[in-house]
């Protein structure tokens, strides 16, 4: 999708709005390939990951499961793993931490 985004083929805010109504299986189904496979190959070849996490659901700083997912795979590759914003308030907080995320506090200018 963040190529289609960057290609002009549909804005940020598109993707947001659609991704919110019915979260992205959507775009999972255009895709025609297991997203989960692809997004772990790309972890793999990267030197880090950064997690947009932003309010969602009425929860501030929301991780959700894939990207819970994601992170977990980021974290057993050794990956640094950045967090735009602190972590949230969920169940699973205690694995967020375990993660040893760097908290960016919204500064992007703090990626090393």
């Known amino acids: ?31 025609g390939q297991d997203l989960i496979k692809r997004y772990y190959n790309m972890i793999k070849e990267a030197d880090a990951i950064l997690i947009v996490n932003g309010d969602k659901k009425g929860i501030k700083n929301y991780i959700g499961g894939n990207t819970f997912l994601e992170m977990g795979f980021a974290y057993t590759m050794d990956k640094k793993i950045f967090l735009l914003n602190p972590i949230p308030d969920m169940a699973y907080r205690d694995e967020l931490e375990a993660m040893k995320p760097i ?10």
């Open 1 to 31: 999708m963040t190529k289609k985004i960057l290609a002009g083929e549909i804005s940020l805010e598109e993707y947001l709005a659609i991704k919110g109504k019915a979260g992205d299986a959507v775009f999972r189904e255009q895709a």
């Open 103 to 112: 908290i960016l506090d919204n500064d992007l200018s703090k990626i090393n």
